[in-house]
C-alpha cells in the first residue's frame, strides 16, 4: 500500500511492519471525505461544510 508520510507514520508509527520509503516521480496525492447520507450528523455536516469554505472546493459527494 502507498501512503503519504504523514498517514504511514501516524497509522504505523512505532510499527516494525511498516516503513516510510520516499517514492519520487508520483502526483500529489488529494484526500477526501466520505460521510453516509442517510446517518450523519450535524457536527459531520457542519465538518463538511468547514473543509468545503476552507479549501474554496465544492464537496460534491455529499451536499451541505
Do not use: N
Not at 516510510?20 to 457542519?46: K, N, Y
Amino acid at each position: 500500500m502507498l501512503l503519504c508520510r504523514s498517514s504511514a507514520a501516524y497509522h504505523g508509527g512505532g510499527r516494525a511492519s511498516i516503513a516510510f520509503v520516499p517514492v519520487e516521480g508520483l502526483p500529489g496525492s488529494l484526500l477526501g471525505l466520505v460521510l453516509p447520507r442517510t446517518t450523519s450528523t450535524p457536527q459531520a455536516r457542519a465538518f463538511a461544510q468547514t473543509l468545503e469554505e476552507t479549501l474554496a472546493a465544492p464537496c460534491t459527494a455529499f451536499p451541505v
